[in-house]
């Protein structure tokens, strides 16, 4: 089994959750982890993802966090396989992020990278308005989110299962409390 992790937008391989993610997984030999630096463009992010997906065939299950939630659940949709999602971006939050198009030092490695119209015009492709496996779908979010609406996330995965919490914040502080729940969630 392996188990695909997806960082957000402009981050990478090198964040916080996917080193304690990585770290829980090699500890526990639970599955193999695979953590993309994911493209600026977010249709070559699906493309990347779909044959990443494709070729492991059904043994995978995928998480993703903010932006990284958006890619997860369209492939999750897409290919019928299990996804977590951590204060994931939802399609009602696309209509108000077009402050993300220009330029943008990453978080992690500090390459410049410019985030253009089209690949904003590309978020709306690569993402669904209705689950239609919703069951397939774990959703945390933290309350104190103060980067997205999470009216708009508890909306968008009303029939999914959920964790919920008061306070925390867009990072989704101590994740690592749940990473039993979320592989047991992932591999099962």
């Known amino acids: 089994m392996k188990l695909l992790y997806l960082h957000g937008f402009n981050s990478s391989p090198e964040s916080t959750k996917a080193k304690i993610f990585s770290q ?3 500890k526990n030999n639970k599955a193999k982890v695979l953590i993309p630096t994911l493209p600026y463009s977010p ?3 699906i493309e990347l993802l779909s044959n990443m997906v494709e070729k492991e065939k ?3 299950s995928i998480i ?18 299990k996804s977590v999602v951590i204060n994931p971006v ?5 209509k108000k992020m ?5 330029e943008h030092i990453n978080f992690h490695t500090k390459e ?7 690949d904003y015009n590309e978020l709306f492709a690569c993402s669904i308005s209705k689950l239609t496996n919703p069951l397939n779908h774990l959703c945390l979010v933290q309350l104190g989110d103060e980067v997205l609406d999470h009216t708009l996330t508890l909306e968008y995965f009303k029939n999914s299962f959920a964790l919920i919490e008061n306070g925390g914040n867009h990072q989704f502080d101590s994740f690592e409390r749940y990473l039993q729940l979320i592989v ?3 591999m099962n």
């Open 98 to 102: 077009e402050s993300i198009i220009g």
């Open 58 to 60: 059904s043994q995978i």
């Open 184 to 186: 047991d969630f992932m």
């Open 24 to 26: 829980f997984l090699s």
């Open 90 to 94: 939802v399609p009602n939050h696309l």
């Open 64 to 81: 993703g966090s903010s932006l990284g939630g958006l890619y997860a659940s369209f492939i999750s949709e897409k290919y019928k396989i």
């Open 112 to 118: 410049k990278n410019f985030f253009s119209q089209s």
């Open 43 to 45: 249709k070559d992010t």
